[in-house]
């Protein structure tokens, strides 16, 4: 299992090499000079552009710009940006924001998903199972940007249960709302899994035999339906970590909140591919890792699962 | 915690048969239509002795066991009459918490398909060390020592060290194996066993059969054997029920039914083999189709296949005569096909 997971990581070399030359790249062809309108009413003076193109070494070739700019990534050091604030600071500011929202996200797709369908898949066709059905019809049709705007309005400005916008700080409690807000989507795909497979699994052949066994029904489903269910429940939910972050960017917008979606925006507006590369890479690499973890800890549910 | 099993030195004549099964109906309704996939079964097995039941897939043999069992999908499943008595206690009658009690402790039973049947995430000691966890509260490392001798019992070999493997790393007769043993973990005093040698290879069902024979032996238990191996009726069961279409269509003594058959369904299935002693043959060489659950032929349901048939066939579905002793035929012309065999 170790050297499978070694595997996986080396694997992830090329897979970040790529992604971030692309998004370099994609960067770099933005049409517009990001030193240009720096300087206020005027033009700026020919010279600061100059010598700025130079410190960036926005005047060398895209692949000796790059392979400059990684090497010093890979030794940790992420340079200043455009306005000479210390990348590094930046992240370090906004991603513990950003990581509290995902786990909040993930917390309620879990809690809330998960639990909705079970019950939906134990009564089916029940009262709560259509309520079920219909309610993460509306979460899966809706855009979530309209979710986040309705839950600003409706429980920010309207009942005043929120405030509207979250501040610096970003506490838990602030997070709440907008972290339920990003999780929507995840929640009703999850509940509709966990209640097929449920379904499925209560006529798995196993569980005949549990039955047979004499094993109360609490048992029957706690213990062996519930074992067999939660394998494509975890998968599903590993593998939405690394969205989530990346999905954290639309909310952030709208709630105003400090993490990295809103600095990867904000520097994107400025042409500043400073910020841009670090997050997207570090974006990619929870990515990859969540995917790990998932393929691993998928071994431990299942025995049947070997690495070779 | 122990069930009500009737005493062995009690007196024969006081006391009623292990398991009786009487007129047992079982319908399933689906939206293609209700089939009526039990019909006015009856039987009974006492401890020590074997019932084999046979008959063409479909016939309704797995949803009778699972109707012993309290194991039926329902719904769609419906026991729609009838009664099935354990130790003189009515099953069907008794709470759901009562019932539960009776499967493992009072009533076993083992499948076809030990891989699918066994859960593929818990270890098998595990699995087999519930039982004694579940209905005898053992702690768990006594649970776990009783799964280790159990799985010896059944002869799994180096029992201790494999009591942590999963089920998809054993063979398919060591699974098999290891049903057994959950299945017998509480000394129950019957044991179903649907077709359990089927999906095996022939060397393997022969052992298999061979430690069912042994059990029973051993542990006194009622057996009912759910085979299509005419062979392996013939050297292990007391009885057999031959079903067809939902019925019991010859109910009677092995060495009977197989020198003399009252039925011509079973006559077909005894000609349809060339040597009765061949190991692994199959009941699927009679003419015809096996009648639909959901339009069952007017008469008896077995018109449409029978050499015998005659007009009354057609009309009057045939009732259960009693051909002798112990002994019955569901064919109004049984007297003739007894006699066709009368110089055997
Ligand atoms: N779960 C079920 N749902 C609907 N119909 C069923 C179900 N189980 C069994 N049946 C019906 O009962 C009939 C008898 O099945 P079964 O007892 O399994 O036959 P066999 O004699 O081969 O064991 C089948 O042909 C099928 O029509
Ligand atoms: S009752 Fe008639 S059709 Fe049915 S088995 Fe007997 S002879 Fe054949
Ligand atoms: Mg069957």
Redesign the interface.
């Known amino acids: 299992m170790g050297r499978y997971a070694l595997r996986r990581l080396l694997q992830a070399v090329p897979v970040v090499v790529g992604t971030t030359l692309l998004i370099y790249w994609m960067m770099w062809a933005l049409p517009g000079d990001p030193f240009a309108g720096r300087c206020g009413e005027r033009a700026c003076p020919q010279d600061y552009i100059e010598a700025m193109n130079a410190q960036f070494m926005l005047d060398q070739p895209l692949l000796v710009q790059y392979s400059a700019y990684m090497a010093n990534l890979v030794q940790f050091d992420f340079g200043v940006t455009y306005n000479m604030v210390p990348v590094s600071t930046l992240i370090a500011q906004a991603l513990p924001v950003t990581l509290r929202l995902a786990l909040i996200a993930l917390a309620v797709e879990a809690v809330v998903g998960i639990v909705a369908g079970v019950i939906a898949g134990l009564r089916r066709n029940g009262y709560f199972d259509t309520l079920v059905f219909v309610s993460t019809l509306v979460a899966l049709s809706v855009p979530i940007f309209v979710i986040a705007r309705f839950a600003q309005w409706g429980l920010g400005v309207n009942l005043g249960w929120i405030s509207p916008t979250v501040s610096n700080e970003a506490t838990w409690a602030e997070l709440l709302v907008p972290g339920a807000v990003i999780a929507t989507t995840t929640t009703a795909v999850l509940a509709r899994l966990a209640r097929t497979t449920i379904a499925e699994n209560l006529r798995a052949d196993y569980v005949r035999t549990a039955i047979a066994k004499g094993l109360p029904r609490s048992r029957v489903i706690g213990v062996h339906v519930l074992r067999n269910s939660l394998i494509p429940l975890i998968t599903l939910l590993g593998l939405d970590l690394g969205s989530l972050m990346v999905g954290a960017v639309v909310t952030e917008g709208i709630f105003n909140i400090n993490g990295l979606g809103g600095l990867v925006y904000n520097h994107i507006l400025r042409l500043d591919s400073t910020v841009v590369v670090p997050v997207a890479t570090l974006f990619v690499l929870i990515y990859i890792f969540a995917n790990l973890v998932v393929d691993l800890f998928y071994g431990v549910l299942d025995p049947r699962i070997r690495y070779e | 915690m122990a069930l009500n099993l009737p005493d062995e030195n009690e007196r024969p004549e006081d006391r009623s048969p292990l398991l009786e099964v009487e007129d047992l109906h079982v319908e399933f309704r689906t939206r293609a239509g209700t089939a009526e996939a039990v019909n006015g079964v009856s039987f009974t097995v006492d401890r020590g002795e074997t019932l084999a039941v046979m008959g063409e897939s479909g016939s309704g043999k797995s949803v009778t066991a699972q109707a012993v069992?309290?194991?039926l999908?329902m719904p769609p499943g419906a026991i729609t009459g009838g009664s099935i008595r354990f130790c003189g206690r009515d099953l069907l009658g008794m709470s759901a918490e009562e019932r539960?009690?009776?499967?493992?402790?009072g009533v076993?039973?083992i499948?076809q398909?030990a891989l699918?049947?066994?859960?593929?995430?818990?270890p098998v000691g595990w699995q087999i060390a519930?039982?004694f966890r579940?209905?005898r509260g053992a702690s768990r490392s006594e649970a776990n020592k009783r799964a280790v001798e159990l799985m010896d019992r059944v002869h799994i070999p180096d029992a201790r060290r494999r009591a942590g493997d999963?089920p998809?790393q054993f063979s398919g007769g060591m699974r098999q194996r290891i049903?057994i043993a959950?299945a017998i973990a509480l000394d129950p005093g019957v044991l179903i066993a649907d077709e359990p040698t089927t999906a095996l290879d022939v060397t393997v069902q022969a052992q298999i059969m061979e430690l069912l024979a042994e059990l029973q032996e051993e542990l006194g238990m009622a057996l009912i054997l759910i085979t299509h191996d005419l062979g392996v009726v013939a050297d292990v069961a007391d009885r057999v029920a031959v079903m067809y279409g939902g019925r019991v269509v010859e109910y009677a003594d092995v060495f009977d039914a197989y020198r003399r058959p009252a039925h011509p369904y079973t006559k077909g299935l005894l000609e349809s083999i060339p040597r009765l002693d061949q190991v692994g043959s199959d009941l699927q060489a009679i003419g015809g189709t096996p009648p639909s659950l959901m339009d069952m032929p007017l008469g008896c349901a077995f018109h449409p296949r029978c050499h015998y048939r005659r007009e009354t066939c057609v009309t009057t579905p045939p009732p259960m005569y009693t051909v002798g002793p112990e002994r019955a035929s569901a064919c109004h012309f049984y007297q003739e096909v007894l006699d066709d065999h009368g110089d055997r």
């Open positions: 069992m309290g194991i999908d539960r009690r009776v499967r493992g402790e076993s039973i499948f398909d699918s049947a066994l859960n593929p995430l818990f519930e039982m579940v209905h999963y998809h049903m959950m």
